[in-house]
């Protein structure tokens, strides 16, 4: 339900926003409600769970500008609602701006696992002999190399029909990148579009 997934925006967490030339996305999971029969959604609410207002704008508008590039009207929360301090949206204050929105359906995404891998290198002569193995030591020992950030992100991307506020399709996402400190999200984005389209459950107006 909406209420169970928005109590969860106590979570503080950054969105690792990934570079597409040195990430990669997979859709891990997904789950297409059997019981649902309506029609394709066409006019999406879109929030995401995080502590930091800047990636959660970030976020949004970039999932906002993706789905309608392809053709379904959207709204970011962080345009039409007011966090509270405590970052728990109300039930009721969801569901009053989808109706005042006209939106036929909410999209919720939040972390649900990061990992962090570090890694440390340092160049080093291969010449042969003694000396050589010699120099080579010195030159490891000397050299101060560098190190790298290998982040693994993972999200849980629901989308809920808002007349019934139950699930229609869920998504879990599993984003890498060689350093964390690149940012973006287009290419999840695009594999969660184009999972729920070829599901039936966007579509263009």
Same mark, same amino acid.
């Given at each position: 339900?909406?209420?169970?997934?928005?109590?969860? /925006?106590?979570?503080? /967490?950054? /969105?690792?926003?990934?570079?597409?030339?040195? %990430?990669? $996305?997979? =859709?891990?999971?997904?789950?297409?409600?059997? *019981? @649902?029969?309506?029609?394709?959604?066409?006019?999406?609410?879109?929030?995401?769970?995080t502590?930091?207002?800047?990636?959660?704008?970030?976020?949004?508008?970039? /999932?906002?500008?993706? =789905? +309608? %590039?392809?053709?379904? #009207?959207?709204? *970011?929360s &962080?345009?039409?609602? *007011?966090?509270? %301090? #405590?970052?728990?949206?109300?039930?009721?204050?969801?569901?009053?701006?989808?109706?005042? @929105?006209?939106?036929?359906?909410?999209?919720?995404?939040?972390?649900?696992?990061?990992?962090?891998? &570090?890694? @440390? $290198?340092?160049?080093?002569?291969?010449?042969?002999?003694?000396?050589?193995? !010699? =120099?080579?030591?010195?030159? !490891?020992?000397? #050299?101060?190399?560098?190190?790298s950030?290998?982040?693994?992100?993972?999200?849980?991307?629901? =989308? !809920?029909?808002?007349? $019934? &506020? +139950?699930?229609?399709?869920?998504?879990?996402?599993k984003?890498? %990148?060689?350093?964390?400190?690149?940012?973006?999200?287009? #290419?999840?984005? +695009?594999?969660?579009?184009?999972?729920?389209?070829?599901? +039936?459950?966007? *579509?263009?107006?």
């Amino acid at each position: 339900m909406i209420k169970n997934h928005v109590k969860r /925006f106590g979570y503080l /967490f950054v /969105f690792t926003f990934l570079i597409i030339s040195c %990430a990669g $996305t997979q =859709l891990k999971q997904k789950q297409v409600a059997d *019981a @649902y029969k309506g029609n394709p959604v066409s006019d999406i609410l879109v929030i995401a769970i995080t502590g930091n207002e800047h990636n959660r704008r970030s976020f949004e508008k970039k /999932f906002v500008a993706h =789905l +309608k %590039a392809f053709g379904v #009207d959207a709204v *970011a929360s &962080e345009e039409v609602l *007011a966090m509270p %301090a #405590d970052l728990k949206l109300k039930k009721e204050t969801i569901l009053d701006t989808v109706k005042q @929105y006209e939106n036929d359906a909410v999209i919720i995404t939040q972390l649900v696992g990061k990992e962090d891998m &570090e890694s @440390y $290198t340092r160049g080093g002569s291969e010449n042969r002999g003694f000396y050589g193995f !010699y =120099l080579s030591g010195v030159s !490891y020992a000397r #050299d101060p190399g560098y190190s790298s950030t290998k982040t693994t992100v993972r999200l849980q991307t629901n =989308l !809920y029909d808002v007349k $019934t &506020e +139950k699930l229609i399709w869920s998504g879990k996402t599993k984003t890498w %990148a060689r350093d964390s400190k690149d940012h973006v999200v287009n #290419d999840l984005i +695009k594999s969660l579009i184009t999972s729920m389209h070829k599901n +039936k459950l966007i *579509a263009p107006k």
